[in-house]
């Protein structure tokens, strides 16, 4: 089948890699010059697992092709994927200006029955403001070619965005006709073998679909780091708390990890966005609005123990920083916790030296000339000259340092964990202090007398 994909992100790289995998012939439209040129040198701009591979292969094939020409895109696919950023607005709620500007561009070039389809999370409602667009457009042109306008959420983990794809867990589609549905049936038979994933739904419930799982998982995030903050005040350890719990079936073990907040590009904007959505519908949204809440706090904690920890002045302190993507396996650091902590940090008179696996060159990007920002090649070279370490990513790397050679290097001996990757009493025997989120006393775990404290020579 022949696919066209407007976005050359997470989200249409992904796609057009995977489609065009499957034996379909796909060309990826972005309106950024720079980034289709590097596809096309065989470049691929982002981090993603195993993304490398199937672009090359499939490029090389002759299967997958990157354009900014929109008359190529709009001429090539039967199928017109929009899979362009939604950013929050000023008021929190989605822009759709990237999603209308495609639309428009079909619409003015579009000359036969073309399927559009939006994997791009949108608010409710936004299949008819698209269809109007593109209905505008052909009408000025005098030109009575007929479309439909198809919800298609995408549900990818970056990190596992591959085999999400390829793998999926279901295939949500919308749409307002039976043929539409037929149509995207057999464009994802291919991913649908093993079973039977597509549901099919009326076009606004699909929409809804996508910000209810992202405002779940994001509720069940805040939920536990609420617990967490309540456990440290109590003296329990919220990771006893985390196995007792879902240990119930109806809660499960998945996504109840306590941390240092939720980030990336979805949940923030999507919760934000939905809360918005509902307000202007004449809903007050309460509890989406206390998941949000809750998450910009916790993104603070981190720092408020860095804080207590050095009595409120952190004025030539430098803090060893591991990890700066919102999570593991991406080099995203949209919305990410590392960002909160670095600006904290940097008010305050602190100094950073920072490591992450695969995001040093979006930290670049994002911080050119950061003073107080010291980028490291590795996860020691970090610690050399730092008197903490903080944890912001749970990265594999980092989850079995050399806790004797840690307690050697940082001058002040001590470990601030936002993803609790340690064991307290393994830490404390090495002579560290370590604080985690939710275990123990509020200000931190007190170390055993096992092995001697730098703060206390
Ligand atoms: N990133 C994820 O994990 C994820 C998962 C599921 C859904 N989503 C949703 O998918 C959408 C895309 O997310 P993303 O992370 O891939 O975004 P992204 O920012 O990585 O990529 C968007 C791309 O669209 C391009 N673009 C903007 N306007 C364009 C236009 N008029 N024509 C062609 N290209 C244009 C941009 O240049 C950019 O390359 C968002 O709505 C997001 O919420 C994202």
Redesign the pocket.
């Known amino acids: 089948m022949r696919l066209s994909i407007?976005?050359?992100?997470?989200?249409?790289?992904?796609t057009g890699a995977c489609m065009a995998e499957m034996g379909n012939h796909v060309v990826c439209?972005?309106?950024?010059e720079d980034?289709i040129a590097r596809l096309n040198k065989g470049e691929v701009?982002?981090y993603e697992p195993g993304l490398d591979a199937y672009i090359e292969r499939n490029a090389e094939a002759g299967r997958l092709e990157f354009t900014t020409d929109?008359q190529k895109g709009v001429d090539h696919g039967l199928f017109q994927f929009i899979?362009?950023?939604?950013?929050p607005d000023e008021d929190g709620s989605?822009d759709l200006k990237?999603?209308l500007?495609?639309a428009r561009?079909i619409g003015e070039h579009m000359n036969e029955y073309r399927i559009v389809v939006d994997?791009?999370?949108?608010p409710v409602g936004t299949a008819d403001k698209v269809k109007a667009e593109i209905q505008t457009c052909l009408d000025k042109r005098n030109k009575p070619v007929e479309f439909d306008v198809v919800s298609n959420?995408?549900?990818?983990?970056?990190g596992a965005?591959i085999s999400d794809f390829m793998k999926p867990d279901r295939i949500i589609v919308g749409t307002d006709n039976p043929r539409t549905t037929e149509l995207l049936r057999t464009l994802y038979e291919p991913f649908n073998r093993n079973h039977d994933r597509i549901i099919s739904m009326d076009i606004r419930s699909a929409e809804l679909t996508?910000y209810a799982a992202n405002a779940m998982l994001a509720t069940k995030i805040s939920f536990m780091n609420e617990l967490a903050n309540i456990a440290e005040r109590m003296g329990a350890d919220i990771e006893h708390v985390r196995i007792g719990i879902g240990s119930d079936p109806r809660i499960g073990y998945q996504f109840i990890y306590p941390g240092a907040g939720y980030g990336?590009?979805?949940f923030p904007?999507?919760v934000r966005a939905l809360a918005k959505s509902a307000a202007n519908s004449g809903y007050s949204a309460a509890l989406l609005d206390a998941v949000e809440d809750v998450n910009n706090r916790q993104k603070h904690r981190v720092f408020d123990k860095i804080k207590a920890h050095y009595n409120g002045n952190l004025k030539g302190k430098t803090i060893a920083l591991w990890g700066l993507s919102f999570k593991p396996r991406t080099d995203?650091m949209?919305e990410a916790p590392s960002r909160t902590l670095m600006g904290a940090l940097w008010d305050a008179g602190a100094q950073v030296r920072a490591y992450d696996p695969e995001a040093m060159d979006e930290t670049r990007r994002l911080y050119p000339d950061q003073s107080g920002l010291t980028l490291c090649n590795s996860a020691n070279e970090a610690l050399v000259g730092a008197d903490a370490l903080a944890i912001v990513t749970e990265w594999q790397e980092f989850r079995s340092p050399d806790f004797a050679d840690l307690q050697e290097t940082l001058a002040d001996a001590v470990i601030f964990d936002g993803r609790n990757l340690y064991e307290p009493e393994m830490v404390e025997h090495f002579g560290l202090r370590y604080y985690a989120i939710g275990r123990g006393a509020e200000t931190g775990v007190e170390p055993q007398n096992f092995g001697r404290r730098k703060t206390d020579r």
């Open positions: 407007f976005g050359s992100g997470y989200v249409g790289l992904v439209i972005d309106i950024d980034k701009p982002i929109v899979s362009v950023g939604t950013p989605a990237h999603v500007a495609v561009s994997k791009s999370t949108v959420p995408e549900f990818l983990k970056e965005a996508k990336g590009s979805c904007k999507d995203d949209r």
